[in-house]
């Protein structure tokens, strides 16, 4: 009903078209949707969402152990175990990142549509990366650990695998986004795949394919500081030793060291990705 | 349709300028005594009774002959949706023809070319498209080396730091025959319409080719630009001896820089002639008529 004309104001000089009405129309389907969203919500609340009364008794327990945890360990043993955890973290989460990165390259170009050289193919490739990317980080995590064992390494291959499902998603819609005019000036004089991936579509897709592997960097940071919560290396190793052995001030003080690194990426990752616009 | 012949019309400068060129050079020979029948140039382009269907069963042009020869700058013209830049790509085995026969540079094939003919076809063609298609975030003196791709040995080509040092050079002298040696470091899509359409030419023309193809390249561009782009086009491929095949839709673009015009129009063509023989009444006919 988007313009009819009202038999009772239209004159036959100048016909007023009615405007069209305040609220879109909504078809049985959709508002079915929306009633049964909303009983899922409702049902949902009552099982999972926190009381009043549960909120009310865990303030003063949570009062009681932030007054447990200040002030935080400053004792320089410490802080020097702690500085190598956080490097420990560091390096899992720029190696990791770096390797997933030259992974998701070619894993991008693999999945990209109109740009994969394997045609149908390609859905096995996209397959892969979006198992990589549906299933949560603290679960390769823990797969790595099993097969790899505690340490570092599992974390750095936990961190490799999310940034392939995170970065090699994000790889394929660029270069599927990519100017098509200049692939197909280079197709027309007889450049190959790879010859046309470097030197129109990489090219093209640069400030984006930066983009990602930044905020992918930043992600990186974000996961390696749990990962140590499963054993996979890191300061989040040092994190849960604090809570399991009650040393609250020591856990107050990685709690702060982990606010700081990851404030500081952030800040590293958008000042880098200002300048690569 | 009416079809006249054309051989050997290309400009005295054009020809002239190419070593080796088929004007004979007897001068021991007095007057008296018969010059030898002179050769018709080599043949670039043969099509015979090319037609071209899409699939969805509307056909773009039937019937199609057309002879062209070494040296010739020959404009393609037509209406718009006359099926110009099809029959350029049918020509050159870009998109496959649907009845006829074809002989482009020697490579003879009926539909399309086999991949080893149409690679052979690419390597002595260039081409120049009306949205020029460089690469924007790459340096000028990039995407004109570019140009080598698709030849052997080319993988270096994709950017100029990886290039040979013989390419690079190369660049620089065609960037300087279209008057942009001074850009060569600047990024493409800081260009003018104009400077890129330029480059796109050097980039056609590193490849040295036999044959340079450009589908509308002046379409986009003012109309000053477009004089001075047909007229870098006209000069450098008489210059190289490279034969020039363009479709437009300007008549002064067609009249002012080619040997020949060949007219399309409904799907046929409707005169092919010399353009020293095609009236301003010819072209509106072709238009309007």
């Known amino acids: 009903m988007a313009s009819t004309t009202s038999p009772d104001t239209a004159s036959p000089a100048i016909a007023r078209t009615l405007p069209p009405p305040r609220l879109p ?42 007054g447990r945890m200040l002030p935080p360990n400053t004792d320089p043993g410490f802080l020097q175990r702690m500085g190598w955890r956080i490097l420990e973290t560091l390096q899992i989460a720029l190696v990791g990142t770096v390797f997933g990165v030259i992974i998701s390259l070619p894993m991008g170009w693999l999945t990209a549509r109109g740009i994969s050289p394997l045609g149908a193919l390609r859905h096995f490739p996209r397959a892969l990366v979006s198992l990589f990317r549906t299933v949560p ?10 097969t790899l064992g505690i340490g570092a390494v599992a974390g750095t291959m936990t961190i490799v695998v999310d940034t392939v499902g995170f970065c090699g998603r994000f790889f394929a819609e660029a270069m ?10 280079l197709h027309a004089i007889g450049a190959n795949r790879v010859t046309v991936l470097c030197g129109a579509i990489l090219p093209d897709v640069m400030p984006t394919l930066i983009n990602s592997s930044l905020f992918a960097l930043e992600k990186a940071v974000r996961s ?32 702060l060291a982990i606010f700081v690194i990851v404030l500081a990426m952030e800040f590293l990752t958008d000042r880098l990705r200002a300048k690569f616009q | 349709m009416e079809h006249v012949p054309v051989q050997n019309v290309a400009t005295p400068s054009a020809v002239g300028a190419r070593p080796g060129g088929s004007e004979p050079d007897h001068p021991q020979i007095g007057p008296l005594v018969k010059a030898p029948a002179r050769a018709p140039a080599p043949q670039i382009i043969g099509a015979r009774g090319l037609a071209k269907t899409y699939p969805n069963g509307q056909a773009v042009f039937a019937g199609v002959d057309l002879d062209i020869r070494a040296d010739q700058r020959v404009a393609l013209i037509g209406s718009n949706g006359a099926g110009k830049s099809t029959l350029l790509k049918c020509l050159i085995g870009l998109l496959p023809s649907t009845s006829g026969e074809i002989t482009t540079l020697g490579e003879r094939f009926l539909a399309a070319p086999t991949g080893a003919q149409l690679t052979r076809l690419r390597r002595q063609i260039g081409f120049v498209f009306q949205n020029h298609g460089l690469v924007g975030r790459q340096s000028v003196l990039t995407n004109v080396i570019q140009g080598k791709l698709g030849l052997k040995g080319s993988w270096r080509a994709w950017h100029h730091a990886l290039a040979r040092q013989e390419w690079r050079e190369e660049a620089m002298a065609v960037l300087a025959e279209v008057r942009l040696a001074d850009k060569a470091d600047a990024r493409a899509d800081q260009l ?23 589908d509308e390249p002046a379409a986009s561009l003012d109309p000053a630009v477009g004089r001075d782009i ?60």
Request: hydrophobic share 50%; aromatic share 6%.
């Open chain 1, 25 to 66: 129309s909504i078809s049985p389907i959709s508002f079915t949707l929306i009633v049964v969203v909303a009983a899922l919500f409702l049902a949902s609340m009552g099982q999972v969402a926190p009381s009043p009364e549960k909120l009310a008794n865990g303030l003063p327990r949570m009062a009681e152990l932030v």
């Open chain 1, 176 to 185: 599927e986004e990519a100017d098509k005019k200049p692939q197909e000036a």
């Open chain 2, 192 to 214: 003018s319409g104009g400077q890129a359409q330029r480059v796109a030419i050097a980039r056609a023309l590193i490849r040295r080719p036999k044959l340079l193809i450009a």
């Open chain 1, 224 to 255: 390696s500081v749990v990962l140590g919560l499963v054993g996979a290396g890191g300061i989040g190793q040092e994190l849960k030793v604090a809570f399991d052995l009650f040393q609250y001030r020591n856990a107050s003080a990685i709690i």
């Open chain 1, 137 to 146: 980080d603290l679960v390769w995590a823990l797969l790595f650990v099993s």
């Open chain 2, 230 to 289: 047909m007229r870098i086009f006209s000069e450098l491929a008489g210059e190289h001896g490279i034969t020039l095949v363009y479709t437009t839709h300007d008549m002064q673009h067609a009249l002012d820089y080619s040997d020949r015009i060949v007219a399309l129009k409904d799907g046929r063509v409707h005169f092919d002639r010399p353009t020293a023989r095609v009236s301003p009444r010819d072209m509106e006919g072709v238009f309007h008529g």
